[in-house]
Nanobody
Framework: VQLVESGGGLVQPGNSLRLSCAAS????????IGWFRQAPGKEREGVSC????????YYSDSAKGRFTISRDNAKNAVYLQLSNLKPEDTAVYYC???????????????????WGQGTQVTVSS
């Protein structure tokens, strides 16, 4: 099981980014995928998740209305579209998955078994 994030970068406030989480070693659609972020000096926080076979999507309060999570089963990938970015969105963003098939996905980092290496998002003028 391997997850690889990409798509991070330096953007100005108000701009957008699309983060990708590419999976290998398993069929990503069968499992929930979560996106988390960690800013310097802060705890890792859940941003969004999508349950297996897209049974549901969930967002943190800070992500609602600005971020969108989606799957591309043909590419075995999950995306997180970040819009209207703010300086407080600056963090390393991680995707994660679990080793069992579920129809739900909590935004709790301890629930997830496998993690990618992260991609840096910096929002600054």
């Amino acid at each position: 099981v391997q997850l690889v994030e990409s798509g991070g970068g330096l953007v100005q406030p108000g701009n957008s980014l699309r983060l990708s989480c590419a999976a290998s070693g398993f069929t990503l659609d069968y499992y929930a995928i979560g996106w988390f972020r960690q800013a310097p000096g802060k705890e890792r926080e859940g941003v969004s998740c999508i349950a297996s076979s897209s049974h549901g999507t969930y967002y943190s309060d800070s992500a609602k209305g600005r971020f969108t999570i989606s799957r591309d089963n043909a590419k075995n990938a999950v995306y997180l579209q970040l819009s209207n970015l703010k300086p407080e969105d600056t963090a390393v963003y991680y995707c994660a998955t679990v080793s069992v098939t579920t129809t739900y996905c909590p935004l709790v980092s301890s629930w997830y078994d496998y993690w990618g290496q992260g991609t840096q998002v910096t929002v600054s003028s």
